[in-house]
């Protein structure tokens, strides 16, 4: 039950096998240099207005940093080659102008949440969330919790090791 | 001077009783076995063992 593949918060994301484009239609101001540049990926009259497969990628990467307002942004799908930006690539999404950031983007910068899918084991979330369970509702601060994902702990929803016991594995 | 978006959560965790983890907000899914790394903006985990999609819920809990 995965959803929202194509959206997130405030806008749409296109995707290649290289990199993924991040749309905001309300930070748009139209000042049109994405599809003056490269109507082939950037069409507005056309539905999907973006074709991930019109150019190259570095095409498109230079495009989107041209964009004025970050309503374009963009990301390495490979997050290894996301952790060394030239600060030429201004619309890469950890490149944000500061300036353009709202406050919970800011705390959104600042706090991302971990969701770790451990080899053949538990859950393993760290950061600063809220965590409900049986009816519990505790604000987590840099926190980090361990849920289970054999079903068979003694200590639910906690993991407690038992997936080693069991042989627990993740086909 | 703190305001209040310093002290307010940006992903909810919830263990839904019987059923999957919903997590919603920003976060970062990372699974090395299958090679996922994605920002949903909602996703159901399964807790049962049982899914046939791992790591998501495939509702095999409820057989």
């Given amino acids: 039950m995965e959803k929202g593949k194509n959206t997130f918060t405030g806008g749409r994301r296109y995707r290649n096998n ?3 484009v991040y749309w905001k239609p309300d930070a748009c101001v139209h000042a049109s240099y994405c599809y003056r540049e490269l109507i082939e990926v950037f069409d507005p009259g056309r539905r999907p207005w973006v074709d991930m497969n019109g150019s190259t990628t570095d095409r498109i990467i230079e495009v989107v940093n041209m964009c004025p307002t970050e309503a374009l942004t963009w990301k390495w799908n490979d997050d290894e080659k996301n952790k060394e930006i030239s600060p030429d690539q201004t619309n890469h999404v950890i490149f944000r102008r500061p300036e353009l950031l709202t406050e919970n ?5 600042k706090n991302p949440v971990s969701v770790k899918i451990m080899m ?5 979330i760290k950061g600063d969330f809220n965590f409900q369970y049986s009816g519990n509702n505790k604000e987590m601060k840099d926190g980090i919790i361990s849920i289970c994902r054999c079903g068979a702990s003694n200590q639910m929803p906690f993991c407690d090791g038992t997936h080693r016991k069991i042989g627990f594995e993740d086909k | 001077m703190e305001t209040d978006a310093d002290n307010k959560s940006y ?3 919830e263990v839904i009783d019987g059923g999957p983890l919903k997590v919603t907000g920003h976060i970062i899914l990372k699974d090395s076995k299958k ?4 920002s949903p903006d909602e996703v159901y985990l399964c807790r049962c063992g049982r899914s046939c999609n791992k790591p998501y819920c495939d509702e095999s809990h409820k057989h």
Avoid: H, N, Q, R
Avoid at chain 1, 105 to 109: A, H, S
Avoid at chain 1, 120 to 124: C, F, N, R
């Fill in chain 1, 120 to 124: 053949d084991g538990p859950i393993v």
């Fill in chain 1, 105 to 109: 983007e800011k705390v959104f910068e």
């Fill in chain 2, 35 to 38: 090679d996922i790394s994605d």
């Fill in chain 1, 18 to 20: 290289d990199i993924t």
């Fill in chain 2, 11 to 13: 992903a909810l965790v």
